[in-house]
């Protein structure tokens, strides 16, 4: 505020002032320009979130399905060789049948379908079947003179193809008497001819229940359609297996639902948007059900609901604006009518303070204000506070927990009002985004550096720190660019340590471009608090101009709350300046580290050569763990999944083609948590970057550990690597270490 009010002065000796209109138009501007970032900022986000959420609820849907669908596959598998040695006794058949759908709860028939005459004596169709009806079950013969199987898709297809497939939904009059969809594979006589097919029947009520779960909007809905485009779920139950996709958009006038219909049959994913015959917008998310079906689903929301409330607000902002604006001219006009030079005063000065107030309440919104932030955990607790010297500032903190890793960072824009409040409300949304993705300091910093170089933010600089912090074991990973040294404090008590954190020198942010940023580590123990600050705590100054110093604030520190520590440095800074006026920012932000280190009930090992061959001893070995922590056959099946595709994954990136390794499996486990390290001594590989599974192949054509890091996601709370220097003589090039965690409570 100093500076503006010395531009002022300087206008009215040298008798110049800036028209009354340009100051309206400057503010209008820089609040336009302000809303308008938040809004897309918002937009952004939203549309973001909004599409992981629907990709998400897709994949879940699909693996549901895709679970379902392997367990029949797999069971009528397991059966073909059965029908194949009881060939010689066709009545012997029912025995098959039988035990197919009574093992197979999802299954609600199983029939053996033969070539005609293939028994003379049993005539030209001979087709044992069982289906269960009113929760028993039933035999027939299929094969009568108005159930022609041999015509029917159940039927032909796997004759033709050779191998199994599922069959278009249909109606199956004369047999199940249920919509169903058909899993059929060919069946060989000794001499390896096509003698029939060995069936499993699906009813697709399940189906509905699956698609119709949940839903991302209260208005959003889903729906399945086959290969040939025929609804097979959908909120209206009379166009399930009645009307098409085709039937049902005809009213459209948008011709976007035409390649939409056309993308969805020929199995591929995406996301559009498309006008309805009411004219409402819609957003359409589709993508295949995995294997060889042909089906496809899709999540389809509303424009108004995903955007309803951002618009709102939007307009509510320009309201204020407008408002704002509106009160500035009306101030305007009865200042001219008393001087015009002090009207051109009180226009800059009106629109300047109109400027910072918004600008403030902004920029305040973009920091964490709630305290303690994670009242759920007992591991971390973290209090920071943002005292401001003018209306706004350059001054910044941030943190959120992700993959239990604690981000954070603290930074401090070299400049005073409106363009270091961008640059800060800039670079604070940078560490977000760019910090989602990256869980290396020192990268997180160079991404931040070469963008806020590349865009030139107003020639500012910005001194800042970022760290990352492992919850489960205290390890801090952090990088400095020319900010103040954080102070660790040790656990309270007496003899608690006090001590500056060890920090290499680097340049702050936006100097220059290709800046290697070094990263560092410590571990912090149980009990400890990193305390960080900004300049304006050690250059608080007095009315004579006396500094309050490193040596006052290291004395002023001392073992406490995070919240404590704050108030104490506060209370501290003011009994030392005594009133005097605030010259700068002052922000600061202390952490305690309080993870409570648990005794192991559980420590067991494994090691594997790297050939996919020994993954049956790995289900062995975590069946095992999970026995042994009392887990269900649900839970054991998940660790079980996420494990193995973690394991092979390694075993198929880390050691090149041809190379011998091993992969060891360590599992450990305390009160609180279920933990497996997976080590090799392979290339670096993460696979928490690796591409995602090729969901076009079938599922006998995909490799083991296909599903990707996705499924690894959804049955673990976190999922961490690390490349690691080596410690045996196996290991000289180094080490991969691949985390994964879950909570037992």
Known sequence: MNKWKDKIRKLSTENRSLPGIAVIVIAAILLEMTVAMQYQSATRGIRSEVQHRAETELDMKNLEIQNVMTAVEVAVANMVWDVEQRLSKPDSMYAVTEKT????????????????????????????????????????????DTYRYHTMEWYTAPMKSGRGSWSEPYFDEGGGEIIMSTYSVPIHDATGRSVGVFTADVSLDWLSQVINARHIYPSSFNLMISRTGRIM???????????????????????????????????????????????????????????????????????????????????????????????????????????????????????????????????????????????????????????????????????????????????????????????????????RNISAREAKPHRIMAAINETGTENDLNSLFVTFFVGVLDLPTGRLRYCNAGHEVPILIGAPGSGAKISLLKCDSNLPLGIMRDVDFTIQETTLEAGSTLFLYTDGLTEAMKADGTLFGDERMMKAVKPDTPKGIVEHMIHSVNAFVKGAEQSDDLTMLAILYNRQKLSARLLRSITLPNDVQAIPQLATFIDGVCEALEFDAGQTMEMNLAVEEAVVNVMNYAYPEGTVGEVQIDAEANEERLKFTITDYGAPFDPTTYAKADTTLSAEDRPIGGLGIFMIRQYMDSINYERMKGDTSASKGGKNVLTLRKRLQ
């Not at 060889?292 to 320009?318: F, H, N, P, Q």
């Not at 403030?360 to 209090?383: A, N």
Request: hydrophobic share 40%; proline share 5%.
């Open 233 to 431: 779920a959908c909120p209206v139950d009379s166009y399930v297996m009645n009307r098409t996709i085709q039937e049902v958009t005809s009213q459209m006038n948008d011709t976007t639902r035409e390649r939409i219909n056309a993308e969805m049959m020929a199995g591929k994913s995406g996301q559009s948007m498309v006008t309805d015959s009411t004219g409402v917008k819609k957003y359409v998310f589709y993508g295949p059900v995995e294997g060889d079906t042909g089906w496809s689903m899709a999540i389809v929301c509303s424009d108004k609901e995903i955007y309803g409330e951002l618009r709102a607000l939007g307009i509510r902002l320009m309201l204020m604006v407008l408002a704002g604006l509106t009160l500035m001219g009306f101030i305007l006009w009865r200042s001219i009518r008393n001087s015009r030079r002090l009207a051109d005063t009180e226009k800059q000065k009106t629109a300047i303070e109109s400027e910072l107030q918004i600008a403030s309440s902004i920029q305040m919104g973009l920091l964490p204000k709630v305290f303690p932030p994670f009242p759920d955990r007992t591991d971390v607790d973290i209090y920071a506070t943002l005292l401001p010297a003018k209306e706004v500032g350059g001054d910044l903190y941030d943190f959120y927990i992700r993959d239990e890793k604690l981000f954070f960072c603290i930074g401090d824009v070299a400049g005073k009002g409106v363009p270091a409040s961008l640059v800060m409300a800039v670079t604070r949304t940078l560490f």
């Open 101 to 144: 759908v009574v093992d197979n709860e999802v299954i609600i028939g199983s029939a053996v379908a033969f070539e005609p005459y293939y028994y003379p004596e049993k005539g030209e169709q001979f087709s044992p079947y069982t289906f269960r009806t009113n929760g028993r079950l039933e035999h027939k013969q299929l094969g009568t």
